[in-house]
């Protein structure tokens, strides 16, 4: 069985600070992992992707994702947020092939001016 | 290129009664996959189609279902709604039915209030 775990429900940082959202895993197998974002009324927009390659992965809009296999963790970071990044941000998991993805409960990223 | 297409946009129901959901994918694309996403739960995989099969199916009672038509649209259907079929149900379409190496493009959702 898979599953995510994201650390946080809400994250609050200042405009142009980093920012850190936390994900670790579990996977009886080697996972793909995702991030995705979902901005208010609006679709979930696919941030970045790990699927065995690079263990660090850079994604659209300044994003980036280390995986770490001793820690089991995925976390999203960026240098500096900005505002148009407030949203709601979800880690997936999944295995191989067509297997469904596994979100997480999500993060809410509130960005202050 | 049009996103993948959700209608309706809102929709309210008793308790008891049905409801259709529909989507439209991304032309060309094969592969439509749904979730239910609420508060408690968060998002949750009810099930995926791929040219008009199901190829994966969630945890959820046998009272949700869904098509696929030879277009690739997509519709899927609860009936009996209880209180707790509240949510918003995501589409999502992509050009093949590999989870690891398709992009998902999400549509905006259909918002399903049951009173």
């Known amino acids: 069985a898979q599953s995510v775990t994201q650390l946080d429900s809400h994250v609050s940082v200042s405009e142009g600070t980093p920012v850190l959202l936390r994900c670790n895993y579990s996977s009886s197998y080697s996972p793909s992992l995702f991030w995705y974002v979902q901005h208010p009324n609006k679709g979930l927009q696919l941030l970045l992707k790990?699927?065995?390659?690079?263990?660090l992965v850079k994604g659209i809009n300044g994003f980036e994702a280390e995986f770490k296999k001793s820690e089991t963790s995925f976390h999203l970071t960026k240098p500096s947020a900005h505002m148009s990044d407030a949203a709601e941000y979800f880690c997936v998991v999944t295995r191989s092939g067509n297997t469904p993805l596994v979100f997480g409960k999500g993060t809410r990223l509130s960005v202050i001016a | 290129k049009a996103g993948v297409t959700q209608t309706p946009r809102y929709l309210i129901k008793t308790r008891g009664q049905q409801v259709t959901l529909s989507c439209s994918p991304i032309?060309?694309?094969?592969?439509v996959s749904w979730y239910q996403q609420t508060p408690g739960q968060g998002l949750q995989f009810l099930f995926e189609y791929f040219s008009e099969t199901q190829r994966n199916k969630g945890n959820f009672p046998g009272r949700f279902s869904g098509r696929q038509f030879s277009n690739s649209r997509s519709e899927m259907n609860v009936s009996t709604l209880e209180l707790g079929d509240s949510a918003l149900y995501l589409c999502?379409?992509?050009?093949?039915?590999?989870?690891?190496?398709?992009?998902?493009?999400f549509g905006s959702g259909t918002q399903l209030s049951v009173l």
């Open positions: 032309s060309g694309h094969r592969s």
């Open positions: 790990y699927t065995s390659a690079a263990t």
């Open positions: 999502a379409s992509s050009l093949d039915s590999s989870t690891v190496n398709e992009k998902l493009f």
